[in-house]
Protein backbone atom coordinates (compact mmCIF):
# COMPACT_ATOMS: atom_id res chain seq x y z
CA UNK A 1 0.00 0.00 0.00
CA UNK A 2 2.94 2.60 0.11
CA UNK A 3 2.84 3.19 -3.41
CA UNK A 4 -0.90 4.08 -3.17
CA UNK A 5 -1.41 1.50 -6.16
CA UNK A 6 -5.04 2.01 -8.42
CA UNK A 7 -5.33 -2.09 -7.60
CA UNK A 8 -4.59 -4.65 -4.85
CA UNK A 9 -4.41 -7.91 -6.58
CA UNK A 10 -4.79 -10.74 -4.00
CA UNK A 11 -4.73 -14.38 -4.67
CA UNK A 12 -6.81 -16.65 -1.36
CA UNK A 13 -6.08 -13.43 0.90
CA UNK A 14 -7.81 -14.94 4.07
CA UNK A 15 -6.82 -18.28 2.97
CA UNK A 16 -4.40 -19.52 6.01
CA UNK A 17 -5.66 -17.14 8.46
CA UNK A 18 -7.67 -16.74 11.84
CA UNK A 19 -10.74 -15.24 11.63
CA UNK A 20 -10.07 -12.29 13.42
CA UNK A 21 -6.60 -11.62 10.85
CA UNK A 22 -9.10 -12.78 7.90
CA UNK A 23 -11.99 -10.46 8.81
CA UNK A 24 -9.52 -7.31 9.42
CA UNK A 25 -7.60 -8.19 6.04
CA UNK A 26 -11.22 -7.88 4.08
CA UNK A 27 -12.55 -4.83 5.87
CA UNK A 28 -9.09 -3.29 4.96
CA UNK A 29 -10.13 -3.99 1.22
CA UNK A 30 -13.38 -2.65 1.88
CA UNK A 31 -11.96 0.45 3.12
CA UNK A 32 -9.85 0.90 0.15
CA UNK A 33 -12.64 -0.21 -2.25
CA UNK A 34 -15.17 2.71 -0.46
CA UNK A 35 -11.78 4.69 -1.08
CA UNK A 36 -11.87 4.45 -4.78
CA UNK A 37 -9.23 1.63 -5.28
CA UNK A 38 -10.25 -1.80 -7.44
CA UNK A 39 -9.74 -4.78 -5.75
CA UNK A 40 -9.24 -7.96 -7.41
CA UNK A 41 -9.43 -11.07 -5.12
CA UNK A 42 -8.99 -14.55 -6.01
CA UNK A 43 -11.18 -16.83 -3.39
CA UNK A 44 -12.68 -20.60 -3.05
CA UNK A 45 -14.74 -18.39 -0.15
CA UNK A 46 -18.86 -17.85 -1.54
CA UNK A 47 -19.36 -15.95 1.75
CA UNK A 48 -16.46 -13.58 1.42
CA UNK A 49 -17.02 -13.34 -2.46
CA UNK A 50 -20.55 -12.43 -1.51
CA UNK A 51 -18.69 -9.11 0.44
CA UNK A 52 -17.93 -7.80 -3.16
CA UNK A 53 -19.62 -5.69 -5.34
CA UNK A 54 -18.92 -8.27 -8.47
CA UNK A 55 -18.51 -11.96 -8.91
CA UNK A 56 -16.75 -13.83 -11.66
CA UNK A 57 -16.76 -17.15 -11.98
CA UNK A 58 -13.82 -18.82 -13.99
CA UNK A 59 -13.60 -22.97 -14.98
CA UNK A 60 -11.10 -24.29 -16.85
CA UNK A 61 -9.87 -20.78 -18.05
CA UNK A 62 -13.02 -19.50 -19.07
CA UNK A 63 -15.56 -17.19 -17.79
CA UNK A 64 -18.69 -18.91 -17.01
CA UNK A 65 -20.80 -16.40 -15.05
CA UNK A 66 -20.68 -12.76 -13.99
CA UNK A 67 -23.17 -10.42 -12.04
CA UNK A 68 -23.22 -7.58 -9.66
CA UNK A 69 -23.56 -9.01 -6.54
CA UNK A 70 -25.73 -5.76 -5.69
CA UNK A 71 -28.44 -6.59 -8.00
CA UNK A 72 -28.27 -10.16 -6.97
CA UNK A 73 -28.83 -9.29 -3.38
CA UNK A 74 -31.00 -6.05 -3.53
CA UNK A 75 -33.52 -7.58 -5.99
Known amino acids: MAN ?3 LVVA ?3 TG ?8 AV ?3 FC ?4 GGKTVLMVTHDKDLA ?3 SRIVTVAEGQI ?9 LHD
Open 4 to 6: DPL
Open 11 to 13: DEP
Open 16 to 23: NLDGYTAA
Open 26 to 28: IDL
Open 31 to 34: ELAA
Open 50 to 52: QRS
Open 64 to 72: VQSFLTEKV
